[in-house]
């Protein structure tokens, strides 16, 4: 059955910190692998896709990941995080093939940012 | 470029009533999926339309009904409602095709009292 495992339920980070959001997933083979950010009370904006090719994507604000296929990951990071970036992130799969289907979420990383 | 827009925002409805929300999808796109965010938890997918026909449906009852239209947007539809129905409801549309990616609507949240 697919699946996606944020472990970390909340993080709470310092302003300037590096970040790092874990994500792991289970699925019959490689999908395609999505990270979304969403502020109270708000839609998903994403942050990032990975569909095929390099597995160190680069996102939008500043935000990367990597997709390690032995390990079933896609871990989310950043180098300097700002206050602005406090939110709850999610981590999606969705199939490969002629279109994209339903995507499978996490159920989130509330992320905290102290000033 | 107005991306996907979702009405109304928020509603409050009574136990066993019935209500209707509604989606426009981001311009260009053909296709659109339903899904549910109870608090705390991530979106639970319901449905998605394409070609006005339903293709996929997640694991909710028949009280859940949808439809496409035409011009590709998109209403959700949700009979006697239950208190645990009151949720986060998510549109998002995307470009029939590999390699696309889904843009989501601000939300609809229903209250059901």
């Known amino acids: 059955a697919q699946s996606v495992t944020q472990p970390d339920i909340h993080i709470t980070v310092s302003e300037g910190a590096s970040l790092e959001l874990r994500c792991n997933y289970s699925y019959g083979a490689t999908p395609y692998l999505f990270w979304y950010v969403q502020s109270p009370g708000q839609g998903l904006q994403l942050l990032l896709k990975y569909f095929s090719g390099d597995t160190l994507v680069q996102g939008i604000k500043g935000f990367e990941a990597e997709f390690k296929r032995s390990q079933s990951s896609f871990n989310l990071r950043k180098p300097s995080v700002h206050w602005s970036d406090a939110a709850e992130y999610f981590c999606?799969?969705?199939?490969?093939?002629?279109?994209?289907?339903?995507?499978?979420f996490g159920r989130g990383t509330q992320l905290t940012v102290w000033p | 470029d107005a991306g996907v827009t979702q009405s109304p925002t928020h509603l409050i409805k009574t136990r066993g009533q019935q209500v209707t929300l509604r989606c426009s999808p981001k311009s260009g796109h053909d296709t659109v999926s339903w899904y549910q965010q109870a608090l705390g938890q991530g979106p639970q997918f319901i449905f998605q339309y394409y070609e006005e026909e339903e293709r996929q449906r997640g694991n909710f009852p028949d009280r859940f009904s949808g439809h496409q239209f035409p011009n590709y947007s998109s209403e959700l539809n949700v009979n006697a409602l239950l208190l645990g129905d009151s949720a986060l409801y998510l549109c998002?549309?995307?470009?029939?095709?590999?390699?696309?990616?889904?843009?989501f609507g601000q939300g609809t949240r229903l209250t059901v009292v």
């Open positions: 999606a799969v969705g199939a490969r093939g002629s279109t994209l289907g339903r995507l499978y």
């Open positions: 998002a549309s995307s470009l029939a095709g590999p390699n696309t990616e889904a843009f």
